[in-house]
């Protein structure tokens, strides 16, 4: 069976850290990249870092600088440590993870974990 956990969310004062992560289980195949999305009420869900089997990483403009995006392949799991956190950073976080496997890509989700950020 296919999971996703994600973990590290939670309540935190503008100007903190949080730390986010993503472990994938029951999945075959070679990871071709792994992304966290943030999805804020009354907006769309909108890319915030990534990063490719290769190590290249992107980010979005309102988190350069802030953000990292890490994965450890080995286990699966991908991190976004999260600093000098703003209010505006409050969203259910996402993580996604895609594999190839015998040419056929897929693409998997987590549930979601609740980030908010308090003045």
């Known amino acids: 069976q296919v999971q996703l956990v994600e973990s590290g969310g939670g309540l935190v004062q503008a100007g903190g850290s949080l730390r986010l992560s993503c472990a994938a289980s029951g999945i075959s195949g070679s990871i071709n990249a792994m992304t966290w999305y943030r999805q804020a009420p009354g907006k769309q869900r909108e890319l915030v870092a990534s990063i490719t089997s290769d190590g290249t990483t992107n980010y979005a403009d309102s988190v350069k600088g802030r953000f990292t995006i890490s994965s450890d392949n080995a286990k699966a799991t991908v991190y976004l440590n999260m600093n000098s956190l703003l209010r505006e950073d409050t969203a259910v976080y996402y993580c996604?993870?895609?594999?190839?496997?015998?040419?056929?890509?897929?693409?998997?989700w987590g549930q979601g974990t609740q980030v908010t950020v308090s003045s």
């Open positions: 996604n993870q895609v594999y190839a496997s015998l040419g056929v890509r897929r693409s998997y």
